[in-house]
């Protein structure tokens, strides 16, 4: 048996890569969204979608960290206390971590 390949089967495209679009997290941080800026933080911090750069997870982390996001408040402290990506601060770490405690976070406590 004999199959016929015609024109319509070898003519296709291979898959194309998409126009460049910045991810919505990074649109919405740069717009003063708190939540898009702690993701985007985390992306970086851990390497997702982008590469591990824990100077820019620092970066992304302190204004959601200033307005209260107890997840950008532990993570900041987190970099602080390790020294990633920035210079170590430990009073600093530990300010962020009290923050956390005093808004109910266990976590650091865990840690």
């Known amino acids: 048996m004999r199959v016929h390949v015609g024109p319509a089967a070898t003519s296709a495209r291979p898959h194309s890569m998409p126009a460049y679009r910045p991810p919505p997290n990074r649109l919405a941080a740069a717009q003063g969204n708190t939540a898009a800026q702690t993701n985007l ?10 590469a591990k750069d824990d100077a820019q ?7 959601p960290a200033k307005q209260g996001d107890i997840i950008a408040e532990f993570m900041l402290a987190q970099i602080y206390k390790q020294g990633d990506g920035v210079r ?6 530990v300010r962020l971590f009290e923050k956390c405690v005093s808004q109910g976070s266990d976590q650091p406590m865990q840690r």
């Open 57 to 63: 997870a620092a970066k992304w982390y302190q204004a």
């Open 41 to 50: 933080g985390a992306m970086y911090h851990l390497g997702l979608g982008v």
């Open 88 to 93: 170590q601060d430990l009073p600093e770490a």
